[in-house]
């Protein structure tokens, strides 16, 4: 997401796509450093439950370890 948002900011002049998701990265990241909780796992686990990604990896369960 980082490297999308630096290259709409660089090579385009749509500045109110390239800021939003330059703020999603610091959001996310900022949830991540405080709570522990990384939404890109997150993502990734339920889209293997889908089965929209091979399924070997997610054999045991989220675990999130919360504040």
């Not at 997401?1 to 749509?14: D, E, R």
Request: a positive charge.
């Amino acid at each position: 997401m980082l490297i999308a948002s630096a290259l709409v900011l660089f090579l385009t002049k749509a500045t109110a796509v390239g800021w939003p998701l330059d703020l999603l990265v610091f959001v996310l990241s900022g949830i991540n450093l405080t709570v522990g909780f990384c939404a890109g796992c997150f993502v990734y686990y339920h889209l293997g439950r889908l089965g929209l990604l091979p399924r070997v990896r997610y054999e045991g369960g989220f675990h999130w370890r919360g504040v």
